[in-house]
């Protein structure tokens, strides 16, 4: 039995992070270096740690990494360049531009050791010849708020873009790619990855031009015109650049949930891992796992107490109406929290440690905030969660963690 379940909670939390860490992961994967030239290039918010890794192993390297503003770490010979998340900025855009710069310079015999990690399709921002940044602005705000899949955004963020869906890989040719990626997508493709820039891409521009027309999203005459253009197809798989190229996936939601449930097991407490790839309303998976949590106090199934329900993956917010402050992992909490039966505690967090734009990693449901329970609904409808949680003291505030394996969830059980 857990006597206060705020500290068990946090503490699966700080398990699920550290089993991501990059520092761990990076040199079980690193090729040896070649005696050619060598760059390493990146992009997302565990990029940075990605490259002192390398260093770590490598000694100073030549290279740039994007990464959110406030990501930096200290390294040798990489350059960190901080940008803009989750809409891009000037930042971003100069810093990719730059990237591409670098790998273009390669020959036969060089290696691109590309860092990969979510956040970096909108940190590495390079778009279209023709399109401007104000116009990738304008698309990246709409997907954020349409309820779009992370898929589907980030196919339509490659057929817009220079770097995107294997467009580095080309631009790196006749080099060597390496690339290593920490996955925070459900499904752990690399294409889908910070929208794959070294991987071969198996969408099309129609799909993109059917994603916006399903989400309706306002697209200008610009962005409308080029999605019609040869230029918005993304490199054919079988450029012979993908031949020489290698993709390594080091860390995935599914390790950070296997740490949380050992954590679960050493405290006593069974542990039951749902998935690590829920999708869907943020909201409406608040309710489903409230139901489970309901089934397992009232009949003893799927799991009986004291027991935690584990679960990973990416939910979305569609926003109609209400101009509150909130991520993905609050709003869900939220939600559970208005459906979840007496006594049961949860956490829910993004592992990159930022819950949308806001500055919180995400929330906790315990006694003291479910105390406020008459007051959620009237945020949840305003699409308003930080605000209760800061209110009723639930934030989750770690600050960067410098890794991504997406969304963290825990629910807590009472025998």
């Known amino acids: 039995m857990i006597a206060d379940p705020e500290p068990f909670l946090r503490g699966l939390f700080r398990a699920a992070v550290a089993a991501a860490d990059p520092g761990l992961a990076v040199p079980n994967f690193l090729p040896a270096k070649p005696a050619g030239r060598v760059v390493v290039v990146g992009a997302g918010k565990a990029s940075a740690r990605m490259a002192q890794a390398v260093e770590a192993a490598w ?34 855009e100069a810093a990719a531009g730059r990237v591409l710069d670098l790998v273009s310079g390669l020959g036969e015999g060089d290696l691109a050791l590309c860092l990969i990690s979510g956040g970096g399709s909108a940190l590495m921002a390079a778009p279209g010849e023709g399109l401007t ?40 040719w006749p080099a060597r790619t390496v690339t290593l990626t920490i996955s925070d997508v459900p499904g752990d493709d690399p294409a889908i990855i910070a929208s794959g820039p070294t991987v071969a891409d198996p969408t099309t521009a ?42 390594h996936l080091i860390a995935t939601p599914q390790m950070a949930l296997a740490a949380a449930a050992a954590t679960a097991r050493a405290e006593g407490v069974t542990p039951l891992i749902l998935g690590d790839a829920l999708e869907g309303e943020a909201a409406e998976l608040g309710i489903v796992l409230a139901g489970i949590a309901r089934a397992a106090v009232t009949h003893g199934h799927p799991v009986t107490g004291p027991a935690v329900l584990l679960s990973g993956g990416e939910t979305t917010v569609t926003v109609r109406g209400g101009a509150g402050r909130g991520g993905r992992n609050s709003e869900c909490l939220l939600s559970f929290g208005l459906h979840a039966p007496e006594g049961v505690s949860a956490i829910a967090c993004d592992t990159d440690g930022i819950d949308g734009s806001e500055d919180n990693a995400g929330a906790l449901w315990v006694p003291r905030v479910a105390a406020h329970k008459a007051e959620a609904r009237k945020y949840l409808e305003a699409h308003d969660a930080y605000s209760f949680f800061e209110k009723a003291g639930g ?20 025998g």
């Not at 990501?71 to 900025?89: K, M, N, S, W, Y």
């Open 133 to 172: 940044l104000t116009d990738k602005q304008a698309v990246n705000e709409a997907l954020l708020s349409s309820g779009a899949a992370i898929d589907e955004m980030n196919c339509l963020r490659k057929h817009l873009s220079r770097i995107k869906g294997g467009r580095l890989t080309v631009a790196a």
């Open 206 to 247: 129609t799909e993109a031009r059917a994603i916006a027309a399903r989400y309706h999203l306002a697209l200008s005459d610009a962005v409308a015109a080029y999605l019609q253009t040869p230029a918005a197809e993304t490199p054919d798989p079988s450029h012979p650049a993908f031949a020489a190229a290698e993709c």
């Open 395 to 414: 934030l989750v505030v770690s600050g960067p963690t410098h890794t991504n394996v997406n969304d963290f969830r825990a629910v807590y059980i009472p």
């Open 59 to 92: 000694g100073p390297c030549e290279g740039i990494v994007i990464v959110p503003y406030g990501g930096a770490l200290p390294t040798q010979g990489i350059e960190i360049v901080e940008a803009r998340h989750p809409v891009p900025d000037a930042a971003g």
